[in-house]
């Protein structure tokens, strides 16, 4: 099992900025991508960006030039550095890993921007 937490979400106003982070314990060993996902109310959960134990990262186009994944794979954490924060970035967000094919999510952390 893996435990994803997350922490950093908070209430900020239009062009603000924002540091998310993840923490992973357990069973951490091979893990791969790790992962920011958002969802409002009445919508599908959508991807922020992925990063993979190399360092490949993937953007959503909303948040490219904005947002940026990093990892520290000794402290097991992904981050996510968002600038120039948009009312439209106002979601739950959460961190994802995946794991030999299997998928662990954090609780998620809420992000709410303030035009």
């Known amino acids: 099992q893996v435990q994803l937490v997350e922490s950093g979400g908070g209430l900020v106003q239009a062009g603000g900025s924002l540091r998310l982070s993840c923490a992973a314990s357990g069973s951490i060993s091979s893990i791969n991508t790790m992962g920011w996902y958002r969802q409002v109310p009445g919508k599908q959960r959508e991807l922020v960006a992925t990063?993979?134990?190399?360092?490949?990262?993937n953007y959503a186009d909303s948040v490219k030039g904005r947002f940026t994944i990093s990892r520290d794979n000794v402290k097991n954490t992904v981050y996510l550095q968002m600038n120039s924060l948009q009312p439209e970035d106002t979601a739950v967000y959460y961190c994802k890993a995946v794991r030999f094919l299997l998928i662990y999510w954090g609780q998620g952390t809420q992000v709410t921007v303030s035009s």
């Open positions: 990063i993979t134990t190399g360092g490949s990262t």
